[in-house]
């Protein structure tokens, strides 16, 4: 992708709102904006091909993912330990990163 395009980034349900407005500057959209509150990993993956480039979430055992995911997009994980937005936001800088550094089919792991 070039540097240029902004990545189209998909924010899980269970990512803190005051982390999700700590991104803003990427233009990210939530399931809940989206009406896929509910929606298990797996078919959140598979519904979000094509649509998103980059799905964030902070859940650890985000559908037992290894390093790659089964579906053209990335993924990033926060492993911080805590949904406490305060600890969350320790590792702002370094999810910006990984967003913007993900791979198609992989999973890049922040924190822990």
């Not at 500057?25 to 091909?49: C, E, F, H, S």
């Not at 902070?58 to 990335?74: I, K, M, Q, S």
Request: net charge negative.
């Amino acid at each position: 992708m070039a540097a240029s395009e902004p990545r189209r980034l998909l924010v899980d349900e269970c990512v803190p709102r005051q982390f999700v407005r700590a991104l803003d500057d990427l233009a990210p959209k939530t399931v809940q904006q989206l009406g896929w509150a509910g929606i298990k990993n797996g078919r959140l993956l598979a519904r979000a091909v094509g649509e998103f480039d980059v799905l964030f979430t902070v859940d650890r055992d985000f559908a037992g993912l290894g390093d790659t995911v089964p579906h053209p997009l990335g993924v990033v994980i926060l492993e911080a330990g805590s949904t406490d937005f305060e600890a969350l936001l320790l590792h702002v800088e370094a999810v910006r990163a990984a967003i913007e550094d993900v791979a198609a089919g992989t999973v890049l792991r922040v924190g822990g």
